[in-house]
């Protein structure tokens, strides 16, 4: 079992960057995969990166692609997603969630611990 907390989020203009951090408690962390996830009010949550477990795979919503980095340190139990030229389209709350599923996927049914999420806010 893996509890992931994240941290981050907060206000930036646009074309800013932010890095959200996700930090995760277990001897096992290295064994998930992790996502990255995102929310707005009344929308379903949407897939926004995933990384495999040795983080030599990374998955992007291809809207996103080029902008967004997400990464990992399994030495210090942390997945980062690193958001670039942000968007006013890219203000929700985005949620760190893990996987048994080694290769990571963008599936939101296949991942098991989540995070309370962080607000991101992007200002026009």
């Known amino acids: 079992q893996v509890q992931v907390v994240e941290s981050g989020g907060g206000l930036v203009q646009a074309g800013g960057s932010l890095r959200l951090s996700c930090a995760a408690s277990?001897?096992?962390?290295?064994?998930?995969?992790m996502g990255w996830f995102r929310q707005i009010p009344g929308k379903e949550r949407e897939f926004v990166a995933a990384?495999?477990?040795?983080?030599?795979?990374?998955y992007y919503a291809d809207s996103l692609k080029g902008r967004f980095t997400i990464s990992r340190d399994n030495a210090k139990n942390t997945v980062y997603l690193q958001m670039n030229s942000l968007k006013p389209e890219d203000t929700a709350v985005y949620y760190c969630?893990?996987?048994?599923?080694?290769?990571?996927?963008?599936?939101?049914?296949?991942?098991?611990?989540w995070g309370q999420g962080t607000q991101v806010t992007v200002s026009s």
């Open positions: 969630a893990a996987t048994n599923i080694g290769n990571g996927s963008p599936n939101i049914d296949e991942y098991d611990y």
């Open positions: 277990g001897r096992t962390f290295s064994m998930y995969a």
């Open positions: 990384i495999s477990w040795s983080g030599g795979n990374t």
